[in-house]
């Protein structure tokens, strides 16, 4: 993925999906509705392999 | 532009993304890109809007240099591509533009980001430094802040957009607070974090509060942590697409555009009732003005204290480009709404307080020059104005004079007769005796002192004394 050379904070890009109306609050309750879900769904390997990125918000070096 | 007219030098505020870097050669404002930031660059000339715009003058006249035109002295042949940019006669920072000019700015920023995202393009950065005016007329000029739109992702700049717009314009039009000492006071702008404490209690119900202040700095603290890589890639999964970072730029700009400085409006017929001059006066200062300024050629001229803009107007019929200085946001504000409504292109307003004037900020304080380093005039009309510094701003004479002549340019100056009503409702707030120096003789040996004084001209009132002076070599 490329980079901005601009350091885009997160909360940043998260708040537009509400700025753009309708159709942007529904990818903003989506987005927390998967990360709310995230801990209680079951992974196959591969989905595990693919989000082994930290989870949004995620606090610190836990990992 | 920039501290450098000859030889090659780097723009000192041009660092930031490595894509793209302005530099100066014997006074070209040139534009080097990398091998993607010349790929961005020939996509964006690809588009309808963005020749359309800069025909429109909307965006800086831009062209590209052959690289047999560039001299071997310039030495960096990393770059894949170099643009040539048209100058900026004079340029001014967001923290010396009124309410009305940094709108303007604003809306110029989001209706070209509108554009380019309707034809596959966005922009990297949302900052108010990528604007300047040209007399009342913004202008884009980081032709390097457009790059083609990545499926999925969110406006970049829209963080930089509140910092040093969305936020300032808020702040005065819901708070009544000036945005320019804290657009001043720190050049990346006001941060979430910083404004939201500003609006309390029925604040959050007025039109982009709660979204853009609110729930952005709610969202800025819960996700500091997280890494944009992944915010971008969880945005991607959940649907964002190109349309909403469309209806995202939409939304703001109708915000935007919707956006009142009360105090502006309400002012505005008081405002054009307040003049102590005759007509007869009015006229023969005009003459005089006029007159001075077409003595010797005038690419530059500064009004400082330009009030009303009535003598930078007179300037600027012999002068080549006209800044009008004021410290009073609201008179600056009326004169920059008039002239843009008359599409002038030779006279910059700018607010900027004299006895505080803009310093350098930024990185090593360079980033953004002081205003008095900026350019060189060659012809300074001080106005109505000694009273005001020397008086009220208790600067001496004798600074004034040196100040002036610091400058280097033709000097022409109003003397304000301690008897005169205006000097004398001034002095009354003074103790008695405090400027026991501020007479006209005093005033005049310190001009001759430094001056040549070509002419001069006592106006029908008898209390102001109008120079013309050519400043003599600096003693040695």
């Given amino acids: 993925m490329q980079l901005a050379y601009l350091d885009a904070a997160s909360g940043s890009m998260i708040v537009q999906a509400i700025v753009a109306g309708v159709a942007g609050v529904a990818v903003f309750a989506k987005l927390f509705w998967r990360r709310l879900t995230s801990p209680f769904r079951r992974k196959t390997a591969t989905e595990a392999q693919a989000t082994a990125h930290e989870p949004l918000g995620a606090k610190g070096d836990k990992r | ?306 009030n009303d803009g009535t003598y930078s107007r007179v300037a600027a019929e012999h002068a080549g480009y006209v800044v009008a200085a004021d410290s009073d946001d609201l008179t600056v504000d009326l004169l920059f709404q008039a002239l843009s409504k008359e599409g002038e292109r030779r006279i910059l307003p700018i607010t900027l307080d004299l006895c505080d004037p803009s310093p350098g900020l930024g990185w090593r304080g360079r980033e953004r020059s002081a205003f008095f380093d900026r350019d060189r005039p060659d012809v300074v009309l001080a106005l109505a104005l000694i009273h005001h510094l020397a008086i009220t701003g208790n600067v001496p004479l004798a600074e004034l004079v040196d100040w002036w002549h610091g400058l280097g340019a033709r000097l022409v100056v109003e003397f304000v007769d301690p008897e005169d009503p205006m000097a004398d409702r001034l002095l009354a707030n003074k103790p008695a005796g405090m400027h026991g120096d501020y007479r006209r003789a005093v005033f005049e040996r310190l001009l001759e002192e430094r001056f040549q004084v070509l002419e001069r001209e006592e106006l029908p009132s008898g209390t102001r004394v109008l120079y013309h002076a050519a400043p003599k070599p600096s003693r040695a």
Avoid at chain 2, 117 to 122: M, P, R, S
Avoid at chain 2, 197 to 207: E, I, Q
Avoid at chain 2, 222 to 231: G, I
């Fill in chain 2, 1 to 306: 532009m920039g501290p450098s007219t000859s030889g090659v030098g780097t723009e000192p505020a041009s660092f930031r993304d490595p894509a793209s870097t302005v530099f100066y050669l014997d006074g070209h404002v040139l534009r080097g890109l990398s091998k993607q930031g010349a790929a961005d660059y020939e996509a964006l000339t690809a588009t309808r809007f963005f020749p359309q715009a800069v025909q429109a003058g909307q965006i800086v006249g831009t062209r590209t240099v052959p690289e047999e035109e560039l001299p071997a002295a310039d030495g960096d042949s990393s770059w894949a591509m170099v643009l040539e940019h048209d100058r900026i006669p004079v340029v001014s920072y967001p923290y010396e533009w009124t309410f009305s000019m940094l709108k303007a700015a604003a809306l110029l920023h989001l209706d070209l980001l509108q554009q380019g995202l309707a034809e596959g393009q966005t922009m990297k950065d949302g900052y108010a430094y990528n604007l300047q005016f040209v007399g009342a007329r913004p202008v884009f000029i980081d032709v390097g802040s457009f790059e083609q739109a990545r499926p999925g992702e969110p406006w970049a700049g829209y963080r930089q957009f509140c910092q040093t717009f969305l936020y300032p314009l808020l702040l005065t039009a819901y708070k009544g607070v000036r945005f320019q000492p804290w657009l001043r006071g720190a050049v990346q702008g006001i941060a979430p974090g910083d404004i939201r404490p500003l609006f309390t209690g029925f604040d959050v119900f007025k039109r982009g509060v709660l979204k853009h202040v609110v729930l952005h700095q709610a969202m800025d603290a819960r996700f500091s942590k997280a890494r944009a890589s992944d915010t971008r890639r969880e945005l991607q999964r959940a649907g964002f697409s190109t349309e909403l970072q469309a209806a995202t730029v939409k939304a703001i700009r109708k915000l935007v555009a919707g956006l009142r400085w009360k105090a502006g409006e309400s002012a505005w017929s008081d405002y054009q009732r307040t003049s102590t001059y005759t007509d007869a006066e009015k006229e023969r200062k005009q003459a005089f003005v006029r007159r001075s300024v077409a003595a010797a050629p005038a690419p530059l001229c500064y009004d400082l204290g330009a």
